[in-house]
């Protein structure tokens, strides 16, 4: 079976949605759209004893051959772990929704749309072999973000955020598009495949630098790492199962997928090791230093889940160390990053359905007024005490195996001695464990702010209860997740993490089993790592008693100085801007168009007719003058002087009628008689419908015009004259091509059976265009009888901004 | 011939544009209408004006004037004639409903340029 296809299954099911939500009432919507993820995940299942052996599967739908762009998916162990994940974590999502969406009050037809228009982006990015489509789901799932972030669209909150990660998102996205291009000039292909198979030919390349930063940018921006993470706590407007889905679990790690999938082109380049290990490692400090300063718990969430992206990222360009040392201690980091992400997925989403479970069961979701939550909802204190313990780094939680290796990791970088990490490398290891003191201290404050103390009667909106078993299914199934995985790492590590481990580092494994780690809870007293996490405890567990004391000196950043007051400076500085230099020119005025109009015309034709030597006059061709020609045009020059000159209208009309019958008169000399009939009863019926409708109109006035303007005005007319003079004169004098017109001369008789040669060129050879002429007459006749005829009601303030 | 149709034809564009940018709505009008005389006899002379017959077979008759241009020019009159009259309802229509043929005055209000 072509799996390519399975990638658009969700898209396909959506169509069905919004037909399902209306018909079935009865039924919520949830349960068909369950389905969906949890067929993928079971199919993408089976794939895992041949991605465990190394092996990988394609699968190739072809959509611009031309171009080189296609649909291919192809799945190996890092593209399947993903896709695992996506399809996992969603079925469980879909099912937490389900009850935590009211089928009666919520627009569930939209909602699952987006959902599904969301999942099958997601698939396309994480198993695209195709840069180029690998750009265009990536750019969906940020279109899906953005209409999921402003479902409850009428609140301006949940617009402001919807709007400010489509901005930044879509911005990192149009920078990697940048980098995928040059990847495909200096590769000559769009298969990652290909470039990783000629990545090293790649360093030193004039575009490789360049390449690198702009595909960072989108890695960034997506997986929000400082200072582009700005827009991720915003994003929490979106409903709870979105949150938990895409901003914690799934899309946000597009980014990191981004940044292993490159790796192996990338890794060689000192910028890449540097950039991506700093700049994670100054995500995780800062997104967990902020984390502690917020009051609303998804807020909490979101910085904490900027600071746990961070983490990952770090190990990611820890783990590039290994392209360019053989040394044994830095082969932790990628299998650490790995790990930490399906932690960071199991954990961090049982918290935020945690947090929507408090939202919903209480009706608040700030921390200052939660409390003493534990004895009235048991089960969702247990889930997100194992969760915040996970976060934490605690033994028994799957969080305290991968922050060990990360710690591990930090500690290996100080031996690294390429690019100046022997003078830099200690403040690795110093940012990451003063980072996981803060983890600590804002994990705990999650969970005991809001499940110990004293309860904070008459605070809460509604009368808390434990959330209904429904609502509990996916958080439990999480949880036991976090502390199973304790156990059994090494069966995970076999199955999901070695095989993308290898995907990533071809240069190191040729195959999932060459890779010879072995997780271990404890390594014996002499390990660093223990007395770090020891040290994290200690001072970390000082930091939350003491929480009340120093939390305060949050407040003294100035709002005016933080990254948020930036873009909204950005954003408003760019809209006023944009709207002062298109009032500059847009001045709403008719005449302001008409000048720009013309003017073009005659400046490009002009330009064009004397740069190409298009400008040639044969006098030879030219007809002999006749008197009558002559008079004629007299005629007709002093009548349109009649036009221009008139005071009155009823001057103008006749004028105007004059030139008409003038240019009739020119017909008869020219010998087309039909013309002239036409020109003839037109012109008449044309003078009458004049009259008939200047009744209804105002005298002549100029209205105020200055000299200025009539010289303006005068200026471009001339200069419009002048052109069509020239273009008149060259058309004629130079025929690059015989006229048809002796084919019609030729053929009238024996095909069309006419003798008149224009009458049958009309109802004849081109008998379409003449039906098209009745057709636009019979559209202007609808016209004029709607706006004599039709009288719309007035309405006062229909303005909806007023 | 075809130098003075040229420059005749020149005159009436001058003349429709310099209708077309003036503030009146009438005039904008008499400018549409002028240019659309302008645009015909731009055709006719393009396509050459010799010929010593119409276009219409006959025994004697081998010098015909051109018919193409005569069959497009046919076609450009009539609808040229249904813009005319389009135009001068909307004229119509927009002084009744505004009280105005000042084209300075008619135009979006700040909140919807």
Sequence with gaps: MEFVLLIFLPIVAALFIPFLFKRMKRIHTGWFVLAVPLVLFLYYATYIPSTMDGGHAISELQWIPSLGISFVSYIDGLSLLFSLLITGIGSLVVLYSIFYLDKNKEKLGNFYVYLLLFMSAMLGVVQSDNVISLYLFWELTSISSFLLIGYWYTRDRSRFGALKSMMITVFGGLMMLGGFVLLGIMGDTYSIRELIASAPDFVGHDYFTLALVLLLLGAFTKSAQFPFYIWLPDAMEAPTPVSAYLHSATMVKAGLYLVARFTPIFAFSEVWVWLVTGIGLLTLFWGSLFAVKQTDLKAILAFSTVSQLGLIMSLLGAGAITFH??????????????????????????????????????????????????????????????????????????????????????????????????????????????????????????VFRTFAGKR???????????????????????????????????????????????????????????????????????????????????????????????QKVYGLQPAKFSLNALYDGMMSFSEKGMNRISRFYMTGLIRTYMIYIFAFISVAVLVILFTQDAFVVDMDSFAHIGVYSVINA?????????????????????????????????????????????????????????????????????????VKTKMTNGIVAIGVGITVTLVALSAHSQKLIPSIAQYYKDTV????????????????????????EIAVLSIAGIGVLGMIKLRLGRKENSDENK | ?????????????????????????????????????????????????????????????????????QAL??????????????MLVLAYRTYGEHKTDNMNLMRGNDEHD
């Excluded at chain 1, 770090?532 to 567990?541: D, F, N, P, S």
């Excluded at chain 2, 149709?5 to 003349?15: D, H, N, P, R, S």
């Design chain 2, 1 to 69: 011939m075809e130098l003075l149709m040229a420059i005749l034809i020149g005159v009436l564009f001058t003349a429709a544009v310099y209708l077309i940018l003036s503030r009146s709505l009438l005039k904008v009008i008499l400018g549409t209408g002028l240019l659309s005389h302008g645009a015909h006899l731009l055709i006719l002379t393009m396509g050459g004006l010799g010929g010593s017959a119409p276009p219409v077979l006959d025994k004697e008759a081998t010098n015909f004037a051109d018919p193409l241009p």
């Design chain 2, 73 to 86: 020019i046919l076609t450009a009159i009539v609808i040229s004639f249904g813009v005319t009259a389009f």
């Design chain 1, 634 to 706: 007299v005629i007709l020059l002093l009548a349109v002087c009649f036009v221009l000159l008139s005071k009155t209208r009823l001057a103008a009309i006749i004028a105007l009628g004059a030139v008409g019958y003038s240019v009739a008169l020119f017909f008869v000399i020219f010998k087309a008689p039909d013309l002239a009939l036409t020109q003839l009863v037109i012109e008449t019926v044309s003078v009458a419908l004049f009259l008939l409708a200047f009744k209804h109109l105002p005298a002549l006035k100029d209205h105020g015009e200055t």
């Design chain 1, 325 to 446: 040392s053989d040394d044994a201690v830095f082969k932790f980091a990628m299998f650490a990053a790995i790990f930490h992400l399906i932690n960071h997925a199991t954990f961090k989403g049982s918290l935020f359905m945690i947090a929507g479970i408090v939202d919903h069961e209480t009706g608040t979701r700030d921390i200052r007024k939660l409390g003493g939550l534990m004895s009235i909802m048991p089960v969702s204190f247990s889930v997100a005490f194992i969760g915040s313990m996970s976060m934490a780094g605690l033994p028994p939680f799957n969080g305290f195996l991968s922050k060990e290796m990360f710690l591990q990791s930090m500690v290996a970088i100080r031996q690294f001695e390429l690019f100046q990490f022997d003078t830099w490398g200690i403040l690795f290891p110093v940012i990451a464990w003063i980072a996981s003191v803060f983890t600590f201290v804002y994990s705990f404050y999650f």
């Design chain 1, 456 to 550: 904070k009667e008459g605070q809460l909106p509604q009368e808390p209860h434990e959330a209904p078993v429904g609502m509990l299914v996916s958080p439990i199934i999480l949880g036991v997740l976090v502390v199973g995985i304790f156990f059994i790492p090494n069966l995970v590590a076999k199955w999901l993490i070695k095989p993308a481990v290898a995907a990533i580092q071809p240069n190191l494994y040729s195959q999932p089993g060459d890779i010879d780690i072995h997780v271990a809870a404890w390594h014996g007293f002499k390990s660093v790592e223990l007395w770090l996490t020891v040290g994290v405890i200690i001072v970390g567990a000082l930091l939350f008693i003491s929480l009340s004391k120093w």
């Design chain 1, 749 to 772: 008789k024996t095909e069309a059976g006419g003798g008149n040669i224009v009458n049958v060129i009309l109802v004849d050879y081109r008998g379409f265009d003449t039906l098209f």
